[in-house]
């Protein structure tokens, strides 16, 4: 593991606390929400792709967490998470860096918000680039506390202090930065004191760190050759970036800030439209940089997102999703043993999973299990018949997305439940709360194959 994915976590907390004093409270009076905040893809704030939670972050949808039946009882949840808000990446902190210095440079009319945009100082940096935010540890403290109100036997201060409750990360300072708040979301919720339950915040001192789990799809060779670093698998989004509803946009843009269209890139057009994005998650406002784009080129351009998404990480390519089989197998493993021991009246050793990845962690294993699969795939040249897709990652994924499985002891068997940012969700063809034995036998395949050794072999 490379010694720049292993600082550790204490210096980057404090830098988070006063981030939090300084921008975020400041900024907390501001309640205005962005008019195009449901478009922001994969950088769309939690309670904004479920707005019950906007009013007040620690509600519990009761109709949306109800067990099967009232007789059942829960004996196990896995729940996978994407990490929370995090800054932009290092190629977006660039193409920030770029679509600046053009504004400040070039940018010229009679907008009058102009003055504004040539006033705004980007204070992105990369020394910050993808590491979570104090808004990013808040997402999972407050997961935590609502799961703690959802699963009240499950995630309970004994359970905890026997290390019932485990967890899983991926190796990403952000991801083991959103482990370390959602526990602490678990100690503060069930008021353990510090004495009786540290948490290290050290990268090398937290054990649970595993990247064959949570960054499958960094080591599948064949998903990197095939489809990753390879344009041709990716053509569509090509097609659409050069195609007649990203060129309006584009044309809008330029057009707007009267600087001339050769001159900006789409990776600047991009960077403009996300500005809003991060600024609003971020720090909580609303700045001029979300005029710039009205609803109809916020869903050319969460369309495009959705687009690339589907052709590298979704149902684009069979290796996309077939390369989460390893995390596929963890859950239904997990689910198997929870069944056996509680059968055979042993306690359940693992009656909570939490594990802590990526949106790139979450895609390929809900398109594996068949959920958000349209009617139509996602092309090019059918942007408007998907205007209401299922796979839509602004609903979907936004930052602490989660996929749950949880399993539950009823009067007629065990039953599962997913439920997705934490509403219930169907599997093809089932209930929502269906058996077990139905749940395998709709993946049986996957289950008897799905060897993520030979699905990523170069050879295949």
């Not at 904004?48 to 109709?63: G, K, Q, T």
């Not at 709360?433 to 050879?459: F, I, T, W």
Request: charged residues 20%; positive net charge; contains cysteine.
């Amino acid at each position: 593991m490379a010694k720049k994915h292993l600082p550790t976590c204490l210096i980057f907390l404090v830098f988070l606390g006063f981030f939090s004093s300084s921008h975020v409270n400041a900024a907390a009076i501001k309640q205005e929400i962005p008019a195009n905040a449901e478009f922001f893809n994969t950088k769309t704030r939690y309670q904004d792709a479920d707005p019950f939670l906007r009013e007040n972050i620690l509600a519990i949808n009761v109709s949306a967490v109800k067990p099967p039946a009232p007789a059942c009882i829960p004996i196990h949840l896995t729940a996978i998470i994407r990490h929370g808000t995090r800054f932009p990446t290092a190629g977006n902190v660039e193409k920030i860096a770029i679509l600046d210095k053009l504004v400040k440079s070039e940018a010229k009319g009679d907008l009058s918000y102009l003055p504004e945009l040539k006033a705004w100082k980007n204070w992105y940096t990369q020394e910050t680039a993808g590491h979570l935010t104090a808004a990013g540890r808040g997402d999972q403290i407050h997961l935590a506390k609502r799961l703690v109100k959802t699963f009240p036997t499950l995630l309970t201060k004994s359970n905890l202090l026997n290390k019932r409750v485990k967890f899983i990360t991926s190796s990403v300072p952000r991801c083991i930065n959103s482990t370390l708040a959602f526990q602490q979301g678990l100690k503060e919720s069930l008021s353990i004191p510090g004495n009786l339950f540290r948490f290290s915040c050290r990268v090398h001192e937290l054990k649970p760190v595993n990247d064959t789990l949570m960054r499958f799809f960094a080591s599948c060779e064949r998903l990197l050759v095939t489809v990753l670093n390879n344009k041709e698998a990716v053509v569509q989004v090509t097609l659409f970036e050069e195609g007649p509803e990203m060129s309006k946009v584009h044309q809008r843009l330029s057009d707007q800030l009267q600087i001339p269209y050769a001159n900006i890139t789409l990776g600047s057009v991009e960077a403009a439209y996300y500005l809003c994005a991060y600024e609003f998650s971020i720090l909580g406002l609303v700045t001029p940089w979300c005029k710039l784009f009205d609803r109809a080129e916020a869903q050319v351009m969460d369309y495009a997102g959705d687009l690339g998404l589907y052709w590298k990480r979704g149902y684009g390519h069979e290796v996309n999703y077939m390369s989460s089989c390893v995390l596929f197998h963890n859950l239904f493993n997990r689910l198997e043993t929870s069944i056996n021991q509680f059968k055979s009246g042993q306690p359940v050793s693992e009656v909570v999973n939490v594990q802590v990845g990526h949106a790139e962690t979450l895609i390929p294993l809900m398109t594996l299990l068949g959920l958000f699969k349209g009617k139509i795939s996602l092309d090019a040249n059918n942007f408007a018949e998907n205007l209401h897709r299922p796979f839509n990652c602004s609903k979907n994924v936004p930052f602490a997305a989660n996929l749950m499985a949880a399993l539950w002891s009823c009067p007629d068997g065990f039953r599962l439940q997913f439920r997705v940012n934490e509403n219930p969700v169907a599997l093809p063809g089932l209930s929502y709360s269906p058996l077990y034995e139905e749940v395998k036998k709709l993946y049986a395949d996957l289950l008897q194959g799905c060897n993520e050794e030979e699905v990523c072999r170069m050879s295949n």
